[in-house]
């Protein structure tokens, strides 16, 4: 991959996509991860003046929001810190604590929430919301619908996640943030492979070529059939006329 030319088309496409959308400039997620933290340097070169990283903690690692700082400072990101944790805690309290997925569901807020804070910043500043999903999260359904999957742009949406950290390589992410293990940050000690029983390597050689041990084949193509309603619009009933 031609790490150059993906970085200066995917500037070019996101300065071109908001501007047709008639936004002023793009906000997006901190999260302290790899694939924010490459959004982020691209919206940062693609509106200079006019791009905001939102780092939203909801007991999140601590680590994460220095990580997250430590990227918005190097790349001179103009960025907000808006704390998560009372509002969560708030919700839950009217919340019924029943069913079978009760902690799959509560932490699913959390996402939600940021979804929720990211859209205000984009209403109130006419911004784009850009989101940080790949091609390897968006081909198997890892994101929460609604959620981190609530957004306007997905720049990193046809890069797998090899590409992706290719990408932070030339862009100058550092380094720990590149090497840590992937999470969404939904509880402690959770990572992205470990939910979704798979590695990244695996699923990205699938992706890309086709290829891989039956039983990670079989996996990637059950999430992929499992999730189609999170890559599609909601349908709409057609009446017969």
């Known amino acids: 991959m031609d790490?150059?030319?993906?970085?200066?088309?995917l500037v070019l496409w996101i300065r071109?996509?908001?501007?047709?959308?008639g936004g002023r400039g793009v906000v997006f997620g901190l999260s302290g991860g790899i694939d924010s933290s490459v959004v982020g340097v691209l919206a940062k070169k693609a509106f200079p003046d006019s791009s905001l990283g939102v780092i939203m903690p909801c007991y999140s690692n601590e680590q994460d929001r220095l990580d997250a700082i430590k990227v918005a400072e190097k790349f001179?990101?103009?960025?907000?810190?808006?704390p998560l944790n009372s509002v969560y805690d708030e919700y839950l309290k009217i919340l019924p604590k029943e069913g079978d997925n009760l902690s799959l569901a509560q932490a699913n807020i959390k996402p939600r929430l940021r979804m929720i804070t990211l859209y205000y910043f984009a209403n109130t500043f006419n911004y784009i919301v850009l989101g940080t999903g790949n091609k390897s999260e968006l081909t198997v359904g890892y994101f929460t619908k609604y959620g981190d999957g609530g957004v306007d742009l997905l720049p990193l949406g046809d890069l797998v996640k090899s590409e992706v950290r290719e990408l932070a390589q030339f862009l100058g992410i550092p380094n720990e943030i590149i090497l840590k293990p992937p999470s969404a940050g939904l509880w402690k000690g959770q990572t992205d492979e470990k939910e979704m029983g798979i590695t990244y390597e695996e699923l990205d050689r699938y992706i890309l070529t086709g290829e891989g041990e039956a039983k990670v084949i079989e996996k990637v193509e059950g999430m992929y059939k499992k999730s189609a309603h999170k890559r599609a619009l909601p349908e709409i009933f057609k009446k017969q006329r």
């Open 3 to 9: 790490v150059e030319k993906i970085s200066e088309e």
């Open 16 to 21: 071109n996509r908001v501007s047709a959308a």
């Open 76 to 82: 001179d990101i103009n960025y907000k810190i808006i």
